[in-house]
């Protein structure tokens, strides 16, 4: 089998690499020009520099390559950031997707498309409408959200019009190696290896920690959307999630023990977000159904993070 992962260079994308390579599938990655200064490790397979808001320099690529599946991560990825930068979180997220699900019709049409959704979908969530199912109607309230939304329904319109296979994994806060400091528990970890190894003083600065999510490791991530390719329906979304959800708090404590450094902490409005859900928790029972089970638990998750990062910062 073939693959074309978008945003290969991206945590998941790499993972997703990693794993199908081990898997005997001919990989190819695709990653705008300026993403090589974002990675830590070479390249030891075919990576096409295209920019996806390019469509015919997509077509051409996609239609070069022939790939029996066309795996789509590429996006601006983060809540917090689409409040900076709202329209182009919308043109990027909806025009690349556009651009990908097009070229496949053009050039491979019969290839499997995965496409990232996100959890961000749901927005506005009361906690007695957890855990979340698939057909509880989305209420985004990110930008990043809402164009995850808008990326979806386009997906599920090339597959209801032209009848191309696109699969509809909505995917919780994945957490893993390899990720920028974007997210709280990747900024945690970040700021106690510096504190661990002395770079900064022993001051811990946080944003809301009475939050909950349904965090999931990034291996447990690319595997279940594996199960979905090779055992799911096209059209029908499926939670990528362990349905449960640690409050933040939990989980800095655990990562602070962890790195076993006494710490103080502090909040920094800078963390705050606009709007931020009080409790994201999925439910998983559609991707049990492709029979997926979980592999890690929070914890080795945690611990192979800090070590990371203890690595990245030497």
Not at 186 to 196: E, V, Y
């Amino acid at each position: 089998m073939k693959a074309l992962i978008t945003g290969s260079t991206g945590m998941i994308g790499g993972h997703f690499v990693r794993m199908l390579r081990d898997k005997g599938w001919d990989v190819h990655g695709l990653a705008r020009p300026s993403a090589a200064s974002r990675m830590y490790e070479s390249w030891d397979y075919p990576v096409h520099r295209v920019d996806l808001l390019d469509r015919e320099a997509t077509a051409r690529t996609i239609g070069r390559i022939q790939p029996d599946w066309v795996i789509h991560m590429a996006a601006q990825a983060f809540n917090g950031t689409s409040w900076e930068m709202e329209s182009y979180t919308h043109m990027v997220n909806f025009n690349s997707t556009l651009n990908v699900l097009w070229s496949v019709r053009q050039s491979v049409p019969g290839a499997g498309v995965l496409l990232a959704c996100s959890s961000a979908e749901y927005g506005c969530v009361d906690p007695s409408e957890c855990p979340l199912k698939e057909d509880r109607p989305l209420r985004p309230v990110t930008p990043y959200g809402v164009s995850k939304v808008s990326g979806e329904v386009l997906g599920f319109q090339y597959h209801a019009n032209y009848g191309t296979r696109v699969f509809l994994p909505r995917l919780f806060i994945h957490v893993g190696t390899g990720h920028p400091p974007a997210t709280a528990i990747q900024n945690f970890a970040r700021q106690l290896a510096l504190i661990r190894k002395g770079r900064i003083d022993p001051v811990l600065k946080v944003g809301r920690l009475d939050t909950a999510r349904d965090f999931i490791d990034v291996r447990d991530g690319v595997s279940a959307m594996l199960a979905l390719m090779e055992r799911g329906q096209p059209g029908v979304p499926v939670n990528i999630c362990n349905g449960v959800a640690p409050k933040i708090e939990e989980v800095l404590n655990l990562l602070i023990e962890i790195a076993g450094v006494p710490v103080r902490i502090e909040s920094d409005p800078a963390l705050m977000r606009l709007s931020d859900e009080a409790v994201l928790l999925g439910d998983n029972s559609r991707l049990k159904q492709l029979g997926w089970t979980r592999r890690y638990a929070l914890r080795e998750t945690l611990e192979a993070v800090f070590s990371d990062w203890m690595n990245r910062i030497a």
